[in-house]
């Protein structure tokens, strides 16, 4: 699998070229103490192996394309303390790269200068392209590994034409193979059992993060983490998009608003549903509620390969803005923008808010969120309801399907003797 994935990377970036991808390293904390691991998803994404300090290499000359693997060798007095890490025979096997071509992390550089010199050129042909990760979310965000690296080339190979991969990968990684939707199925029957026992123990007295706590039980049982911070947002709180103090104690008669996911070996569900803390929706918040889950549902079917991102959200939003005026909460079109002030939906994978071309049209294979939502501050409601849709030829397909989200159902789950 892996190594299909390579070659269809390779398949997509200049020849004579070499790309290199960094598993990353935990950054440090305090003192001794280091942030958690959480390895680079697009090398994660070409070897399956989760590990810091590695480096992923493939070159592409004149006439062969190769692989190779760089990680740190087998140092038994730390293996005592932290683990032994991958040896070279397992790091092949779950690569899929040949063992010969597994090098010790401190032999990169000389390697990779083999490669340019005149004696080695024979092997590839002349390398004048070079790939490295360069995404960057944020002008202040700290310089990643391939970031400090292309500054290591470009002043000690400033022949070399630096490329960023991060464009090829973003557009290999929104086409997903059955593989990974398995991933995020699993992710999601963690989601829904979580879920289930939020509506098992939500009531009203309770604070937000006693019902957080319970979600968490869940996920803890299941040896998973959430895939992003947990909003449980109860009466206003829910009006305010990226709510995550989870602090207030929730309130009779008010409704709360959960959006949720799960990581499961770095691939992530992520789920909206809108409950009411007494287990019975008012007449005023049934009626917002359905309309919400009108455009939830209808976007869904409607959903197929082709359509653009605009399209998607305008699609949506039309439902929305239709549903506002019959239940009395807008009179023109662009007074949704009071109530509705979020996109329809964005792409899910390894990680939650996923790489993907928003420019082009949704390919067949994405996976999609749909995630409506309504908030109406002066009345203290907020809901949103957000499912994973798998997109192929035929439609789509709701991976989250199984988590109810009916009126009814919510009811009756709620208040089952």
């Known amino acids: 699998m892996y190594k299909k994935r390579r070659e269809a990377y390779l398949n997509q970036i200049s020849d004579q ?122 002008e202040i965000s700290q310089p990643t ?42 992710a999601v029957k ?27 039980y869940v996920l803890n049982k299941n040896l998973t983490s959430p895939s992003f911070d947990t909003i ?39 789920v909206s549903r809108t409950l009411p803390a007494n287990g019975k929706f008012t007449k005023r918040q049934k009626e917002v509620y359905e309309v919400v889950l009108e455009a939830n549902k209808k976007t869904i079917e409607w959903l197929k390969p082709g359509i653009t991102m605009k399209e998607f959200n305008q699609y949506g939003k039309d439902i929305l803005i239709k549903g506002a005026k019959r ?17 329809l939906g964005h792409y899910l994978g390894l990680d939650v808010h996923d790489v993907g071309n928003y420019a082009k049209p949704i390919p067949e294979g994405a996976l999609i969120t749909v995630e409506p939502g309504l908030y109406i501050a002066s009345e203290g409601i907020g809901i949103r309801i957000e499912d994973d849709i798998f997109v192929t030829k035929d439609g789509s397909i709701n991976l989250t399907q199984s988590i109810i989200k009916e009126v009814k159902d919510i009811e009756d789950y709620m208040n089952k003797k």
């Open 327 to 343: 239940i009395g909460l807008i009179k023109e079109d662009e007074e949704i923008n009071q109530y509705y002030y979020h996109s």
């Open 17 to 138: 070229s070499i790309s290199l991808f960094f598993s990353g390293i935990a950054p440090q904390k305090s003192n001794d103490q280091y942030y958690h691991f959480s390895v680079n998803r697009n090398f994660y994404y070409l070897t399956g192996i989760n590990q810091q300090n590695v480096v992923l290499m493939t070159v592409k000359g004149s006439n062969q394309e190769s692989s190779y693997l760089f990680i740190e060798t087998i140092d038994p007095v730390k293996a005592l303390w932290d683990g032994a890490g991958l040896s070279f025979e397992e790091a092949s096997e779950v690569s899929g790269i040949d063992l010969a071509n597994i090098k010790d992390i401190l032999t990169l550089k000389s390697f990779m200068n083999g490669l340019l010199s005149t004696n080695r050129r024979a092997s590839y042909g002349l390398i004048d392209q070079f790939y490295l990760d360069l995404d960057r979310q944020s």
């Open 232 to 270: 449980a947002a109860s009466g206003k709180n829910a009006t305010v998009l990226h709510y995550v103090e989870n602090a207030a104690k929730i309130k009779d008669d008010t409704l709360v608003l959960f959006d949720l996911g799960v990581d499961y070996k770095y691939y992530c569900s992520d």
């Open 190 to 216: 963690i989601t829904h059992q979580g879920i289930n026992q939020i509506m098992d123990t939500l009531k009203p007295g309770k604070h937000e993060y006693e019902i957080q706590a319970e979600y968490n």
């Open 145 to 186: 590994a391939a970031q400090r690296f292309s500054t290591y080339v470009q002043s000690t190979y400033p022949a070399l034409h630096i490329k960023t991969s991060q464009l090829v990968l973003a557009e290999l990684r929104t086409i997903k193979d059955q593989s990974e939707i398995e991933m995020v199925k699993q």
